[in-house]
């Protein structure tokens, strides 16, 4: 009787849940940004950012956007743990990519993290925001420059966007969390991924 009710729980969820994946180097500012969307969308302020560490394991957030319930899955993304964030695109809706626009002197690095990103079969189809972050340090660069500067290929065959935030004033975030769920809902993707956790539905009681 539990394993049906589990069961019946976790494909109702899955129905409802849309899971979205914080990518970026290391020090773009993947946390601290998680942070201040918690605090934007709850009413539990986020970490402030003086007690926020570099990510090792995996940190979620969940808020309610537009009566939508969406998941953000932060991962570290220092050079030895980007292996990891593949294990997690099977079963994501979206993917947001952050990179310091205040440090072109990594750019570089974000471009080849990204590209990888994008030529995963895992993540055919995903949805893809591109947040050009710390928008309150006047050396950043705009998102249209970041955008220039990037020159990404084969991006035109995706839903994407650019947009500027900052984590410290909350720039572009609603803006962003809005974007994620009205492309999620109309994405094919999605539409894929609630197959599939139908087709396997509850298991046997
Ligand atoms: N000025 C400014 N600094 C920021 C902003 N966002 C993050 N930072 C700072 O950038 C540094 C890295 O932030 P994190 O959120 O830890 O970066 P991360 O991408 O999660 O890093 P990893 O977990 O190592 O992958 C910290 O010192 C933050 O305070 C921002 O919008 N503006
Ligand atoms: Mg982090």
Known sequence: MFSLFYGLWQFM?????LRVLILG????????????????????????????VPTVGLNIGRIEVANRKLVFW???GQLGLRSIWEKYYEEAHA????????CPSRFEDAKSALEKVLRHEDLKGAPLLILANKQDLPEAVSSEELARYLDLKKLDERVYMFEAVSAYDGLGIRESAEW??????RSKRTEMLRLR???MGPGPA
Do not use: C, H, Q, W
Not at 13 to 17: G, H, I, M, N, V
Not at 95 to 102: Q, R, T
Not at 180 to 185: C, H, K, N, Q, S
């Open 13 to 17: 969820f899955s129905k409802l849940e």
């Open 25 to 52: 180097i290391d020090k773009a500012g993947k946390t601290t940004l998680l942070e201040k969307i918690k605090s934007v969308y709850t009413n539990v302020e986020g970490l402030p950012p003086d007690r926020i």
């Open 74 to 76: 932060d991962l570290g």
């Open 95 to 102: 993917v947001v990519f952050v990179i310091d626009a205040s």
């Open 180 to 185: 994620l769920v009205e492309v999620m809902e």
């Open 197 to 199: 956790a139908g087709a």
